[in-house]
T-cell receptor, first 115, second 111 residues
Framework: NAGVTQTPKFRVLKTGQSMTLLCAQDMNHEYMYWYRQDPGMGLRLIHY???????AKGEVPDGYNVSRLKKQNFLLGLESAAPSQTSVYFCASSYERPRGPYEQYFGPGTRLTVT | KNQVEQSPQSLIILEGKNCTLQCNYTVSPFSNLRWYKQDTGRGPVSLTI?????NTKSNGRYTATLDADTKQSSLHITASQLSDSASYIC??????????FGAGTRLTVKP
């Protein structure tokens, strides 16, 4: 049981390049999330999904797109990377909604630098 | 202004000592409050989840308290170990499923 995995672990992009971050979970969770973590700030929600084929915007969605074609996978795309997107990205999953006392499991993170 | 404020920002203690981390929040309507531990270079790991009706919950040497009236929570670590060195993050979940994360307290335990 690997939990939540993320690929890649590190990536350096040039401004304007595109890339996709992959998140996979093997816990059969309905809910999946993408966050970014910047120094001195709390994690901020980019996009989330409440089930296969569904996605929704979070607090900071601009510049990102997501897809959930399979229940176990949640992809985060950057179409045209900008230096402001330099951050550590975390994927998470949970069995049920956050308003319930359900554990949210996080992946190990992807450190992205945009030059 | 962050609606979940944690203090102190950083803390250094000696191994074996106790410490208490604070979390004050202004967001509502409150559903539950979580404390996470985040080791350097890793994702957060859940320590405790408390609902409105719970005012204390323990997980080994970690004890979280919640006062929903004053909107304050604390995380008490007993008999600290070197492995407790990490960031501790307070998260408030709202009834609309929003989650608001604090910026965290960076704890360093020295031998």
């Amino acid at each position: 049981n690997a939990g939540v995995t993320q690929t890649p672990k590190f990536r350096v992009l040039k401004t304007g390049q595109s890339m996709t971050l992959l998140c996979a979970q093997d816990m059969n969770h309905e809910y999946m999330y993408w966050y970014r973590q910047d120094p001195g700030m709390g994690l901020r929600l980019i996009h989330y999904s409440v089930g296969e084929g569904t996605t929704a915007k979070g607090e900071v969605p601009d510049g990102y797109n997501v897809s959930r074609l399979k229940k176990q996978n949640f992809l985060l795309g950057l179409e045209s990377a900008a230096p402001s997107q330099t951050s550590v990205y975390f994927c998470a999953s949970s069995y049920e909604r956050p308003r319930g006392p359900y554990e949210q499991y996080f992946g190990p993170g992807t450190r992205l630098t945009v030059t | 202004k962050n609606q979940v404020e944690q203090s102190p920002q950083s803390l250094i203690i000696l191994e074996g000592k106790n410490c208490t981390l604070q979390c004050n929040y202004t967001v509502s309507p409150f559903s539950n409050l979580r404390w996470y531990k985040q080791d350097t270079g890793r994702g957060p790991v859940s320590l405790t989840i408390m609902t409105f009706s719970e005012n204390t919950k323990s997980n080994g040497r970690y004890t979280a308290t919640l006062d929903a009236d004053t909107k304050q929570s604390s995380l008490h670590i007993t008999a600290s170990q070197l492995s407790d060195s990490a960031s501790y993050i307070c998260v408030v979940s709202l009834n609309n499923n929003d989650m608001r994360f604090g910026a965290g307290t960076r704890l360093t335990v020295k031998p």
